[in-house]
């Protein structure tokens, strides 16, 4: 006879919803991969805390993915990348993982979450100037790293075995600075905690809770399958049908044609600033400023740049999960920051930081500073790609997937 | 073997209210309005 009958219930009710899972896990994984282009389409920023459809994209040849912030995502227009590939006229189409506000420690937990399957995977890690130059303290803004905040990705870099006691320090520590994201995630809090003060104990009680933290990222994992599938069920039948048109792309003709878009775009202003920015800006430019006026304050202010330390992290995660990275830089816009009284020599501080702290890590870099003086090419101060500025970046990316760069 | 039957279903429909309950999580969360630089 049964002396414990509600035992026993219930350990088969969760062996049972256990197997649910599992077999939910199945079904999602497939859904996710046969529909993966069908997303790499669309705007799917609503799935963005999410790292699944991510997971599905790197296992697809014909999608390059691309990690960054909003430098890639901010104008609308048929030149962004998402739209310019969306019918595969080179063979491939990019999987825009970027997001707006997105920063160098916001992308070190998303690629810590990818795990195991980035390794030997290419993939982009597009980053620009502008928090360095432009944010106080060279620091991603607190409501840009809230906003873009994954409580799946941070738990998924806490309990990531391939990751160093260091990567994991340095990322704890960064992460506790932002308490508000941590609020009510009791395991995490204790997490990072431990691993911002490593000692024996601090280890011994990390390694302790892994259970709890696996248990807790396989709830997570399960929300992030059912958001994902969810996502792709409410696409229409015209957003799951990919076209391909393979055709030679007339790269010259291109620039000119977004050029002149570009320019009908930017006639507010002296500047050739986007329209849509100006207003943002526009004090910036009331009081002219002698070129070299504003060097010190600008060399300071990029030298002691906070992200430069996020970069070296997410360049960590890259290097110990074994990425085939590459890093694209947006150009600093040279004449714009010229008006404003900061020198080009100076604004080459940024090169010179940038490949202090990426080549050590023997991860190509493409700076970008060739693109600098382009007419058009950045639609504002903080280095947005204008409608010109896409195209060239297109046809990095072309030559990226070719492999004719770097 | 009946009564182990009916309190595995009642175990898993407490399961089944509280994934309805708290199964959205953080990949749910509505989308932030950025206000860049």
């Not at chain 1, 901010?74 to 030149?79: I, R």
């Not at chain 1, 010259?252 to 002149?260: F, I, P, R, S």
């Not at chain 1, 002219?288 to 996020?310: C, H, Q, Y």
């Not at chain 2, 708290?22 to 206000?35: C, L, P, R, V």
């Amino acid at each position: 006879m049964n002396r414990l009958p509600h035992l026993v219930a219930a350990a088969a009710a969760i062996l049972a919803a256990a197997a649910a899972g599992l077999v939910f896990s199945v079904y999602a994984r497939r859904t996710e991969n046969k529909y993966v282009h069908a997303v790499a389409a669309q705007d799917h920023a609503e799935i963005s805390r999410g790292i699944a459809i991510e997971r599905a994209a790197l296992q697809q040849p014909d999608l390059l993915l691309i990690y960054g912030a909003s430098e890639l995502v901010l104008l609308q227009t048929e030149y962004e990348a998402t739209r310019f590939f969306s019918t595969y006229p080179t063979g491939f189409m990019v999987f825009n993982a970027a997001t707006k506000g997105g920063s160098s420690l916001t992308v070190a937990q998303r690629l810590a979450a990818l795990g195991a399957e980035l390794r030997g995977r290419r993939i982009i890690f597009a980053i620009g100037p502008a928090i360095m130059t432009m944010a106080p303290f060279g620091d991603v803004a607190e409501r840009h790293y809230e906003g873009n905040f994954s409580e799946l990705h941070a738990l998924e870099l806490v309990f990531n075995p391939r990751l160093s006691q260091e990567t994991k320090r340095m990322a704890a520590e960064r992460m506790l600075g932002f308490p508000k994201t941590l609020d009510g995630k009791r395991l995490l809090k204790f997490s990072l905690t431990l691993l911002a003060r490593p000692s024996p104990a601090s280890t011994a009680l990390h390694y302790l809770s892994w259970p709890l933290g696996q248990l807790q990222l396989g709830v997570l994992r399960l929300q992030d399958h059912e958001a994902t599938v969810r996502y792709i069920h409410h696409l229409s039948a015209a957003e799951v049908e990919i076209r391909r048109e393979p055709r030679t792309l007339d790269w010259d003709a291109l620039v000119e044609q977004a050029e002149a878009e570009q320019i009908e775009n930017s006639d507010s202003n002296p500047y050739a600033v986007d329209n849509s920015q100006w207003n943002k800006i526009k004090e910036l430019f009331e009081v002219p400023a002698a070129l070299g006026s504003r060097d010190e304050d600008f060399l300071n202010d990029v030298t002691i740049a906070r992200e430069w330390k996020d970069l070296e992290l997410a360049l960590r995660v890259i290097h110990e999960l074994g990425a085939d990275a590459l890093i694209m830089s947006s150009p600093m816009n040279v004449p714009l920051w010229e008006t404003l009284g900061v020198s080009e020599h100076a604004q080459n501080r940024y090169y010179q930081l940038l490949h202090a702290v990426v080549d050590p890590f023997g991860v190509p870099l493409l700076d970008g500073q060739e693109w600098g003086r382009i007419p058009y090419f950045s639609m504002d101060l903080a280095s947005h790609a204008s409608r010109k500025g896409w195209i060239y970046v297109d046809q990095r990316l072309d030559q990226i997937y070719r492999g004719s760069l770097p | 073997m009946g009564r182990t039957v009916l309190l595995t279903g009642y175990y898993l429909l407490i399961i089944a209210a509280l994934v309805m309950l708290y199964g959205q999580g953080d990949s749910a969360a509505t989308e932030f309005i950025y206000q860049g630089f």
